[in-house]
């Protein structure tokens, strides 16, 4: 279920940025989890995800793994 799965030994190579990159694809994945299945409403999700990015220092173009 969980594509941004990284072992212990590729996680302790990561840069602070990078780890900071998976935690937050681990995040938005989870907000995905909860609409698909209904817990959260899509206006939900949407102002989450919007404050997870800004928070994050995100950007849309840059949700992929590492």
Known sequence: MNSHTIMDDE??????????HVLFLREKEMLD?????GAITQAQHDKSL???IEKMGETVESQTLV
């Open 33 to 37: 989890v909860l609409l698909e299945h």
């Open 50 to 52: 919007h404050d997870l």
């Open 11 to 20: 996680w302790k190579d990561l840069t602070h940025e990078q780890k900071n």
